[in-house]
């Protein structure tokens, strides 16, 4: 008896596709799509809040909020007034195409200038499914330590940029900081790194600002 035997690749091509559907609907809506990975209790809803709340007024932003389970995050985000929309994967580690796609219709993209994918708390799946964002931005945190570039390249070769959240405690737990920008360095050397804290807001303007001007060229590339 022949065993029939899944291949990994055709799934990903699979995704791919519904990925590149996803990012034209993005860019049909003129909004600048970003998917933020980290892991667990890195800061990502933490830092779409601080965000949002800094970036300019005239900018209207959405969430999908991914999940193995609860609406706990997406509770948050609704609090402040920002359309949100949650997924569930059920046991799934990540977020693929597919599932964004779903989520598409019960946002208002017409309305949107940015929006942000909270995509579930890993360092391993989330970096190999295109989701069709336009960026793509790891979050790291000091708890964690400084050797996570080390440990999860993946992830961070994925990276257009990234943010090192929780910078008030460096000190505390001794957070060896030249490593850390020394496996980015290795990884992603040109890539934009900025170190922040949501709860004290230092670094927040810079983040912000980058991600404003990230919008602005992507309006004026699609604008020609």
Excluded at 31 to 47: D, E, I, Q, R
Excluded at 182 to 193: F, N, S, T, Y
Aim: hydrophobic residues 45%; negative net charge.
């Amino acid at each position: 008896m022949r065993m029939s035997i899944p291949v990994v690749k055709a799934i990903l091509q699979a995704n791919e596709a519904v990925a590149s559907e996803n990012r034209a609907a993005f860019d049909a809506a003129d909004l600048l799509a970003v998917n933020l990975m980290s892991s667990p209790g890195a800061g990502k809803t933490s830092l779409i809040l601080a965000t949002i709340e800094r970036l300019p007024a005239s900018l209207r932003a959405g969430v999908i909020e991914g999940d193995i389970a609860s609406t706990l995050d997406a509770e948050r985000i609704a609090a402040h007034g920002i359309p949100v929309v949650q997924i569930n994967t059920g046991g799934a580690c990540h977020l693929d195409a597919p599932m964004i796609r779903s989520a598409l219709p019960h946002l208002p993209l017409e309305t949107l200038d940015v929006l942000f994918i909270e995509n579930v708390g890993n360092l391993v799946c989330p970096a190999e499914f295109d989701l069709g964002a336009h960026l793509n931005i790891v979050i790291a945190s000091v708890p964690e330590g400084h050797d996570k570039p080390y440990k999860y390249p993946g992830m961070f070769q994925k990276a257009d940029g990234i943010v090192l959240n929780k910078a008030d405690l460096m000190d505390v737990l001794e957070f060896d900081l030249e490593a850390f920008q020394h496996g980015v360095e290795i990884l992603r050397p040109d890539v934009p790194l900025f170190i922040v804290s949501c709860r004290t807001g230092h670094g927040l303007e810079a983040w912000t600002e980058w991600l404003f001007e990230q919008h602005r060229l992507r309006r004026k590339r699609y604008e020609r």
